[in-house]
């Protein structure tokens, strides 16, 4: 008998390509270590992200989802992170009333200069998500992984 | 834009036996097919089997048609879409009246706003309305609706006893005893609810805010959902409707209305409705001018994320 292999979460990240995504570059040629369960997907501005990205990444297999752009007033397109702040902020408040644990979205600014706290809260929220489990909106849930009505039941 | 009362019914008004709102929606309707000012008057007519349906009448001979009562629980405002393009070439847009309850007019000016109609094309019969009815049972939105004259009109149909707009009812009881459960209780009573969909649409035809060319949900480059009836393709479609409606829903709750499967949509719609309400102070359609809060930003706020 194979060991039950433990749970590492799938994290989805939505990086924009003029800060987090450079802050993700630092973390790396400065050698912060951060998780590998990251799965980067680096794109223009925060604002692209549409909300049905993060819906869509869930049900296809992330357990977590991240949003990460560029401090308020840093936008390389000088108004994409103000709109994805009003979008998630009411994202947010949907996907939790919709059953998502509220955890599991996060989004956060993170410049290029901030290697460090790219791999801290890359760090902090993968723990977080490994002690939440897998994700409940997957399309193929995990191995003896309860389905929503046999959570309720 | 305020609405301007014609003349035929604040004669009606100060008449002691005030005639029947059905009679003044009719009279109403005449008056503007005699005298040409529109194409078309959009109301409530009764059908063989006696449900109510929209009714298009093109002819003054044909106002009798029309019916108000209170299960009239549909949105005309959404078949304006269907009179925004001329109706042939080198031809004006052509002007529709539209019988409107106090949340549909709301709906009027969240059009006005993104352009989808012109003030001057639309002239709308408001309805001073007490409420309307679902299956018989009182509506939910109706039960806590604070508004009894629409945000706009160009005639007012006056109700024929007194109209009281005093509803001591909380609007968001129902979100907040949701949000007090547990996220996998409320996974739950989603998948519960969703699993029924059918996905017939009729939600997103009801409604006047969904009027893209092409839908989310039936798109094919990109592909964003299939058309499997699955539970997760079902979430998708209903998370990816309200959240397009965030902002922007009048709450006329007619997706709910016409839910073959009686799956409780408002409760998403106002849930959003009550975030945006304590985020931004915004409700839909208390004037054009004012932006939804997705369309626009304020460089100052910082916003739990």
Redesign the interface.
Known sequence: MAPEHPFEPKIVGFLCNWCSYAGADLAGTSRARYPQNLRIIRVPCSGRVDPLFVVKAFQDGADGVMVLGCHPGDCHYQQGNYFAQRRYALMHRLLEFTGLEPERLFVEWVSASEGKKFADVTTAFTDKIRALGPSPLKRKRAVGQPSPEEVLA | MSGQKSERVESGTADPARPTMEAQIREAARAYLEDGAVSCVIGYERGPRGNVRPAFIYEADDVDRLVWGADCNLNLVTYVHNWKQPLGRGQPVPTVAIVARPCDARAVNLLIHEQQIQRDKVKVIGLTCAGTEINGQPRLACQYCDERVPVVYDVLIEAEGEVTAAVEADAYED?AE??SWT??????????EFDRCIRCYACRQACPGCYCFEC?AEQVDPH??SIALEL?EK??F???R??HL??RCVGCDACEAVCPMDIPLSK?NR??AK??EA?FGYRTGDDPETAP??TT???Q?Q???
């Open positions: 979100i949701m949000e996220p996998a209780e409320r996974l739950a009573y989603w998948a519960s989310v964003w959902t997760p979430h998708f209903h998370v990816m309200a959240f965030a902002g998403l849930k959003l975030e945006v985020m809060p997705l930003f304020d460089p706020e916003l739990r994320l």
